[in-house]
C-alpha cells in the first residue's frame, strides 16, 4: 500500500549523526529494514553510514533475500570491508535461499536467518481499531514488538515501527489515524 520511495542518504547521515551523537556512538545491534532495503539502489552505502556512525555495533540488512543474487561485486566488497552482516527472513516463495548464503559467504559476508532455517515465516497482519476503542497504553504494553524495534524516521525515533508507517495505511484508506 507504500508509495515507491527511497531513503534519503544526506537525512540519514544527519540522523544517525544526531543519533551517534546522542549515544554515544554506541549500538548493540542495527537492523537496516525496509520494506525491502535492497530495493535502494545505494542500500551498501546506507550500511557503510550506519557504520561510520556506529563503529562497533553489530549491522545488518534485514531482507527477504530475493535481490541477494542481483548484487554485484561492489556491494559485497563494501559489506565485506564494513562488516555488515545479511540478515534473511526466509518466506514461502520460490526463491533459492541456500544459493544466497552460498553467494554471501563466499564474499566473506555474515549471512544468517532471523528465523530457524529450516522454518519457513508465516505472513501476518495486524489489526487496526479504526474506532478507538482500545486502550492503547494496555495495546502497547501488550505489543510483542513493544520497544524491541525501535524505527529511525525522517528524524523521529519510533518505539513502534507501526506507527513510524502509518502515514501509508492513512494515505492508502484515507483514515487519519493520529501519531501522538
Given at each position: 500500500?507504500?508509495?515507491?520511495?527511497?531513503?534519503?542518504?544526506?537525512?540519514?547521515?544527519?540522523?544517525?549523526?544526531?543519533?551517534s551523537?546522542?549515544c554515544?556512538?554506541?549500538?548493540?545491534?542495527?537492523?537496516?529494514?525496509?520494506?525491502?532495503?535492497?530495493?535502494?539502489?545505494?542500500?551498501?552505502?546506507?550500511?557503510?553510514?550506519?557504520?561510520e556512525?556506529?563503529?562497533?555495533?553489530?549491522?545488518?540488512?534485514?531482507?527477504?533475500?530475493?535481490l541477494?543474487?542481483?548484487?554485484?561485486?561492489?556491494?559485497?566488497?563494501?559489506?565485506?570491508?564494513?562488516?555488515?552482516?545479511?540478515?534473511?527472513?526466509?518466506?514461502?516463495?520460490?526463491?533459492?535461499?541456500?544459493?544466497?548464503?552460498?553467494?554471501?559467504?563466499?564474499?566473506?559476508?555474515?549471512?544468517?536467518?532471523?528465523?530457524?532455517?529450516?522454518?519457513?515465516?508465516?505472513?501476518f497482519?495486524?489489526?487496526?481499531?479504526?474506532?478507538?476503542?482500545?486502550?492503547e497504553?494496555?495495546s502497547?504494553?501488550?505489543?510483542?514488538?513493544?520497544?524491541?524495534?525501535?524505527?529511525?524516521?525522517?528524524?523521529?525515533?519510533?518505539?513502534?515501527?507501526l506507527?513510524?508507517?502509518?502515514?501509508?495505511?492513512?494515505?492508502?484508506?484515507?483514515?487519519?489515524?493520529?501519531?501522538?
Amino acid at each position: 500500500i507504500a508509495e515507491p520511495s527511497l531513503l534519503d542518504l544526506v537525512q540519514y547521515n544527519k540522523d544517525l549523526e544526531r543519533l551517534s551523537y546522542l549515544c554515544q556512538g554506541e549500538a548493540k545491534r542495527i537492523h537496516l529494514m525496509g520494506g525491502e532495503p535492497l530495493l535502494h539502489p545505494e542500500a551498501a552505502k546506507a550500511a557503510v553510514i550506519t557504520r561510520e556512525r556506529f563503529p562497533y555495533a553489530l549491522i545488518d540488512i534485514y531482507t527477504n533475500g530475493v535481490l541477494l543474487l542481483k548484487q554485484t561485486e561492489e556491494f559485497w566488497s563494501t559489506l565485506k570491508d564494513a562488516n555488515i552482516g545479511i540478515m534473511v527472513t526466509k518466506y514461502p516463495i520460490a526463491f533459492d535461499y541456500e544459493k544466497a548464503e552460498e553467494l554471501a559467504n563466499n564474499h566473506g559476508v555474515n549471512y544468517q536467518y532471523c528465523t530457524v532455517p529450516e522454518h519457513e515465516k508465516e505472513l501476518f497482519h495486524f489489526t487496526l481499531d479504526l474506532s478507538g476503542q482500545q486502550n492503547e497504553v494496555d495495546s502497547f504494553l501488550k505489543c510483542h514488538r513493544a520497544n524491541a524495534c525501535i524505527a529511525l524516521k525522517d528524524g523521529k525515533l519510533f518505539t513502534c515501527s507501526l506507527v513510524a508507517n502509518i502515514g501509508h495505511f492513512n494515505k492508502c484508506f484515507h483514515e487519519n489515524l493520529p501519531v501522538t
